[in-house]
């Protein structure tokens, strides 16, 4: 199907490893091979346009700064546009010049011929400068923005009373409301922008809008302060909460879509001194569909891992704090074991996504259905595989290490700094360290390391201080693939787009199973995990960085206990 991408391993542009790494990716999310090159940042769209049009024989254009006349604009609706990712470029020869990523999707291109009733020219241009190009010429992401309508607002000074948000807010239907659309879009632009939460808080003066994007928290337009009550109410009525309980937090979800994909928005009101604060989770199926050789393990680690999670029992611990990929992580591991010979039961607070073939609970508090509680009611479905969401207290700790000596496979999480510290964590926590020390299969640490931006990386050489404080080598200071981004649009000027774990994999052995029998301290324990071959957090973003995929800085963070 893609073997051309072959060519990117001849020349060196990448190894074979990536090529591989990418297809298991493309299976996973049903995806190409050669989007996922681009995803995991190996090639930028550009260099994959470029390949794909000298292999296929077509001619490549350059969109950016392209004006393209309305007259050529107007041949294709904007939603054809949109829907299939194309632009007409031109006319030539009462021939329709359109723009592709894909010009082998001969669905499309059909498709194009019977609308249009005209020949079609296909020329070839990155997915992202396509979508670029629809939005500078259909007028939406470019001349709506969140910071545009904010603008808007401020202008005209709607006077948003407590009636008038009312009304604005009583039909779904009406999507051309002011405080909708505004709603809508600040959803839209942060999927968009690859958010994963978004936060509007208020001030005595204002309302703050932040989307956190890589870990990182990046500022829009601030809002009129009258707009909060309207705005809050419509992001209430769209989770299905009380719009006239203002004192006390709420939960909810939203189902929403953008950009042609089903997302699943976690939404938390929270009263404050100046109103209510909103901060919507944005979660993505795709993301736990990432498989486990996408994760960004090691080869050895990778290795392990897959043999922990084959055992038939016995517990194994994913620590970090929140925000460090410890679900995508154990929701990888569930999707590999999937199969319809085991049954998986999961106990989660709260169900974050959906998974086909698996039995899920959420925990209840208000009606007393807890952690330990539903361990228990599981345990007589027969399970053959048992996530429990987070170890709190001593009753779930025993009862999720009993689970697992009565022939269980027990997945679950704690928040530890480390690896070894998961040990000590438990017997503080009240569980006798005998349990722990003959269920405890291994435990990941784990955190997110930002991925340096393929458009603008750049090479780069530590410098003399790093050098000194990660203690490169001559040899690894020549050898090392150190990379830096410049800054660009496409990646907001961070330099960084995306991010990717790194991990520290503690496997139990006689003697570190001794060592926790003994309630020894953490530190010997993670003395004695170096000795056996460990790898720390920080060892396994070195190595990440000295592969080109991440920076220094992003190392040095971790280094000093930044998440």
């Known amino acids: 199907m893609a073997d051309w991408l072959e060519r990117f391993v001849q020349d060196g542009t990448i190894g074979e490893s990536q090529l591989e790494e990418a297809r298991s990716m493309a299976a996973n999310l049903g995806i190409t091979p050669e989007d996922a090159l681009v995803r995991l940042g190996y090639i930028s769209g550009a260099d994959l346009g470029r390949a794909q049009s000298e292999e296929f024989g077509y001619e490549f254009v350059e969109l950016e700064g392209l004006q393209i006349p309305n007259s050529v604009i107007e041949l294709v609706t904007e939603s054809m546009a949109r829907e299939n990712i194309v632009i007409p470029t031109g006319v030539e020869d009462d021939a329709v010049i359109i723009a592709m990523h894909n010009p082998n999707n001969i669905e499309i291109l059909d498709k194009l011929r019977f609308v249009l009733n005209r020949e079609i020219k296909v020329v070839m241009a990155p997915l992202e400068s396509i979508q670029g190009a629809i939005n500078r010429h259909y007028g939406q992401s470019e001349t709506e923005s969140v910071d545009s309508m904010i ?31 505004l709603a809508n879009l600040i959803i839209t632009e942060a999927v968009q922008m690859r958010a994963s939460d978004i936060h509007i808080e208020p001030f005595e003066d204002r309302v703050r809008i932040r989307y956190r994007i890589d870990g ?48 699943d ?15 919507m989770r944005i979660l993505d199926r795709d993301n736990i569909k990432i498989g486990i050789r996408n994760l960004g393990f090691g080869e050895d680690n990778y290795r392990t891992f897959q043999n922990i999670i084959r055992r038939p029992n016995g517990i194994f611990l994913v620590t970090g704090p929140t925000g460090s990929g410890k679900t995508t992580t154990l929701y990888s591991a569930l999707g590999e074991l999937n199969r319809p010979d085991r049954k998986i039961i999961t106990a989660e607070d709260p169900v974050e996504y959906y998974l086909p073939g698996i039995n899920q609970v959420e925990v209840r508090h208000n009606i007393g259905l807890d952690f330990a509680r539903i361990i228990k009611a599981m345990l007589r479905q027969a399970p053959n595989v048992i996530l429990v969401g987070e170890i709190r ?31 000590t964590r438990l017997i503080d926590m009240g569980v006798q360290p005998f349990l722990v020390a003959c269920s405890l299969m291994a435990v990941l640490a784990q955190r997110l390391v930002r991925v340096i931006c393929p458009k603008c990386r750049e090479p780069y050489q530590p410098t003399p201080e790093e050098v000194d ?19 660009c649009n496409n990646c907001q000027h961070t330099g960084y ?58 190392v040095m963070k971790l280094s000093k206990g930044g998440h």
């Open 469 to 487: 404080f990660f203690n490169i080598s001559p040899t690894e200071l020549e050898d090392g693939q150190w990379a830096r981004g410049k800054g």
């Open 265 to 279: 928005l976690r939404v938390s009101i929270l009263p404050t001194n100046h109103g209510q604060a909103v901060v």
């Open 497 to 554: 787009k995306g991010r990717r774990a790194v991990f520290e994999l503690m496997t139990m052995n006689t003697t570190l199973r001794e060592m926790a029998f003994n309630s020894e301290p953490g530190q010997n324990i993670r003395r004695q995990a170096r000795l056996l071959g460990m790898r720390t957090l920080v060892e396994d973003a070195k190595d990440k960085a000295f592969d080109g995929m991440t920076t220094l800085a992003e």
């Open 151 to 181: 603008s808007e607002f401020t202008e005209t000074q709607i006077d948003f009373t407590a009636v008038e948000a009312a009304q604005a807010l009583a039909g779904d239907e009406d999507d051309s409301a002011p405080i909708i659309r």
């Open 216 to 263: 990182v928290l990046m500022e829009r337009d601030s809002p009129p302060k009258r707009l909060l009550g309207a705005l809050v109410s419509r992001f209430k009525i769209m989770a299905r909460m009380d719009i006239a309980e203002k004192r006390r937090p709420q939960d909810g979800r939203i189902k929403t879509r953008a950009g042609n994909k089903e997302f």
């Open 393 to 423: 207290d001593t009753e779930t700790g025993e009862m999720a290490i009993q689970a697992s000596l009565t022939g269980h496979l027990v997945f679950s999480t704690l928040h530890t700094n480390d690896a070894p510290s998961s040990i």
